[in-house]
C-alpha cells in the first residue's frame, strides 16, 4: 500500500473513530454537524463558541479524543500528518495502525 492510500485509509478511520465518540455522547445532528464543519473552516467566532459548547458536554477523556482527531485530521490536510512532531521523523505505520490521532512517533510517546 502506498503512503497516499495508506493517508485516505487512516482519514476514514479517524473521521469513524470521531463518529463513534459522537455516537457513545448521542448528540444531536446539529450539534454533530457544528463539530463536523470545526476543522474546515473555524473562523466564526459564535461558530466558535458553539464548538466550545457542545464539547463542554463531553467528558475529558472524549473531548482529549475528539480534539487529538481534529488535530490528525487538520495535520493531514496540511499533508503534515504521518511525520513526528518532535523529531519530524516518519510516525511507524504499526503505530499509527494501533493510535491513528497519534502525533508522535514511539520514541516521543508520552511526551503528547
Ligand atoms: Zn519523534
Redesign the pocket.
Known amino acids: 500500500m502506498s503512503r497516499l492510500e495508506q493517508m485516505g485509509k487512516m482519514r476514514e478511520r479517524l473521521a469513524k473513530k470521531r463518529d463513534e465518540v459522537f455516537e457513545a455522547h448521542r448528540l444531536s445532528e446539529e450539534e454533530r454537524l457544528i463539530l463536523s464543519e470545526h476543522d474546515i473552516e473555524p473562523e466564526e467566532t459564535a461558530q466558535k463558541a458553539a464548538i466550545a459548547d457542545v464539547v463542554a458536554t463531553l467528558d475529558e477523556r472524549e473531548q482529549k479524543q475528539i480534539q487529538a482527531i481534529n488535530r490528525a485530521l487538520t495535520r493531514m490536510e496540511l499533508g503534515e500528518y504521518g511525520s ?1 512532531e ?2 519530524g ?1 516518519e510516525i511507524e505505520v504499526e503505530r499509527l495502525e494501533t493510535i491513528p490521532w497519534t502525533s ?2 514511539s ?2 510517546a508520552g511526551t503528547e
Open positions: 513526528c518532535v523529531c521523523k508522535v512517533c520514541k516521543h
